[in-house]
């Protein structure tokens, strides 16, 4: 019998005893990432194949059997960098979570870490990463064993690959200006705003503002709102809102409009993200998979 060729599925839930920790089991063959950037870090095993990223101005490739770190806020996207495509595993660990664990490896109060690279090759942290996703997929496993099993993950990537944070950023013209826009898109992204509304927000002239927006954030406005406008979507979405009540809320056009950004972003449908956040509430131990 002819094997079947790989196809794009994935199977996302989250976890009520990890905070509602967020997890990704997934296969892309002919599914494209838009940039987009997480609140959370993203940490990742490549089970098989690669993935492609544009990340940090360079593509780059990550390839079988790496752990693969990206900080929140740092824009990338995500393809296939070969023909049967990639298959991984994901945590998305909000930042306290990381700031937690370095903080008890250091002996004192520490911000969450930053990880310089995003490709490691290190058989310690990737066996680590894989028995969590284990126990976390398993659907028998006991919250003390993932507990332990996410702490003894993070504090080997922390240990290992971790950087301190700077405290203090290099001075950027206009950031000021720059980062009351963002607020503004933070906390209304829903608004159909303009570029000249921003602008003003800002005190610049609309195009000085957008090539100081995007050297400053890592992305042009209207991409830092799509992922704003994403983040409120999965909020209520999570919240068992209808998804085309969700998409008119969140500033979509429709409900297809939603659909679309939305899986282009998170890799599942708005639906999938939907049922899967339920575990949340119902405490379903193991979410049976679907393919978005």
Not at 64 to 82: D, F, I, K, L, S
Not at 215 to 233: E, F, K, N, S
Request: net charge positive; proline share 8%.
């Amino acid at each position: 019998m002819t094997p079947e060729p790989p196809r794009d599925r994935a199977r996302f839930w989250t976890d009520p005893d990890l905070d509602g920790l967020e997890c990704l089991h997934a296969t892309y063959v002919e599914h494209r990432f838009a940039t987009h950037a997480h609140e959370e870090f993203v940490i990742g095993v490549i089970q098989s194949g690669a993935q492609g990223v544009r990340y940090r101005g360079g593509n780059l490739v990550m390839p079988e059997r790496t752990t693969c770190v990206m900080n929140p806020q740092e824009p990338h996207t995500g393809h296939a960098a070969m023909e049967q495509g990639w298959s991984y595993r994901v945590v998305y660990p909000h930042p306290r979570v990381l700031a937690a664990v370095a903080s008890d490896l250091a002996g004192r109060l520490v911000d969450a870490p930053f990880f310089p690279d995003l490709v490691h090759h290190d058989p310690v942290v990737t066996r680590r990463l894989l028995a969590l996703h284990a126990a976390l997929d398993s659907g028998c496993s006991t919250p003390l064993a993932r507990q332990g099993l996410l702490a003894s993950a993070l504090a080997a990537l922390i240990t290992r690959h971790g950087a301190p944070r700077a405290a203090v950023r290099r001075f950027a013209p206009h950031r000021h200006g720059v980062d009351r826009a963002r607020q503004l898109l933070h906390a209304c992204p829903e608004r159909a705003v303009s570029l000249e509304e921003l602008a003003a927000v800002a005190g610049l002239s609309p195009w000085h503002f957008a090539r100081s927006f995007t050297a400053q954030v890592g992305m042009p406005p209207h991409v830092y709102q799509l992922g704003r406008r994403i983040g409120l979507a999965k909020r209520l979405l999570a919240a068992g809102e209808p998804i085309a009540q969700v998409a008119a809320v969140a500033g979509f056009a429709d409900q297809s409009h939603l659909t679309n950004r939305f899986k282009s972003v998170v890799g599942i449908t708005p639906g999938a993200f939907r049922q899967k956040s339920k575990n949340l509430q119902d405490r379903d131990p193991h979410p049976e998979a679907e393919s978005p």
